[in-house]
């Protein structure tokens, strides 16, 4: 059976990552570096907290009861713009632990907890317990671009000041 999603406890917020070595905005830049110290800065679709002089992504928290009664929450890219071409992308993690933005699917989730660690800071797991830190990391993988990535299992784990926009916001279409 399908979940649903829980309307009045959904909201749309940023993030910016408050305790660790890579603060900043939740984001999705990447840069290179240049000649004469120049960075060339890149938007991706991983999640970082690298470029200071942005505002963070704007994110929809979809809240969803689970069996145990808590609030789990599907987090999805909130772009108020169906024509965006990263409108309704969903968090997910890659097959090395890294948050990017996927395409969004059917069902819900990936689902994910907030707990609460002191006025509207929070840290972010995925159900079972592996909460979400900061890795520094070249994506040699990749593209060989540079980034403060966000990844499961990275210690310390991160907080997160969430800075909520609006609640009671029903999921994007």
Known sequence: MAKSYIAEKS????LNVVNTQYT???????????????????????LTTSR???EPLTLWFGAVQQAGGED??????????????????RVDVSTNGYLGLYEHKATVGPLWRLQQVGGS????????????????DRA??????????????VVPAAVFEVEIIRMGVDAPL
């Open 11 to 14: 909201f749309i917020a940023r």
């Open 24 to 46: 900043g905005p939740v984001g999705r830049w990447e840069y290179s570096p240049g000649y004469n110290g120049n960075t060339f800065w890149h938007a991706s679709e991983w």
């Open 52 to 54: 200071q002089d942005r």
């Open 72 to 89: 789990a929450y599907e987090i999805r890219l909130w772009t108020g713009n169906n024509a965006h071409p990263l409108f309704n992308r």
């Open 121 to 136: 800071q929070v840290r972010i797991t995925t159900l079972d317990d592996k909460a979400i830190g900061i890795y520094w």
């Open 140 to 153: 040699t993988w990749t593209t060989g671009r540079m980034a403060s990535y966000l990844c499961v299992g």
